[in-house]
């Protein structure tokens, strides 16, 4: 079992930045594909940027060049730099862990387990 915690949310202003981190406990993290994902009021949680076990990242095109994600397999923690932020980036955001080895890491319902969220809020 994985437990996942997400930290580093906030209010910032628009073109801030933020770093939100995910520090996982009781699995083998560096084999697992760390993603990100974000929900909205009223909307469905969409793929935000993920990073497998052998290092492949992706993102969404709505983040493409303002966000990156990374990971230290030494410290057990993902991360998630978010520069640039816009007012629609306002979003509960979730850390989830993936543990089989597949390249497809954008769909939600393959990630075993999820973090709690950390409310991110970006003000125009």
């Known amino acids: 079992q994985v437990q996942l915690v997400e930290s580093g949310g906030g209010l910032v202003q628009a073109g801030g930045s933020l770093r939100l981190s995910c520090a996982a406990s009781?699995?083998?993290?560096?084999?697992?594909?760390m993603g990100w994902f974000r929900q909205a009021p009223g909307k469905e949680r969409e793929f935000v940027a993920a990073m497998t076990w052998i290092g492949g990242i992706t993102y969404a095109n709505s983040v493409k060049g303002r966000f990156t994600i990374s990971r230290d397999n030494a410290k057990n923690t993902a991360f998630l730099q978010m520069d640039s932020l816009k007012p629609e980036d306002t979003a509960v955001y979730f850390c989830?862990?993936?543990?089989?080895?597949?390249?497809?890491?954008?769909?939600?319902?393959?990630?075993?387990?999820w973090g709690q969220g950390t409310q991110v809020t970006v003000s125009s």
């Open positions: 009781g699995g083998t993290f560096s084999s697992y594909t």
């Open positions: 989830a862990a993936l543990g089989q080895h597949t390249l497809v890491a954008h769909v939600a319902d393959d990630y075993d387990y």
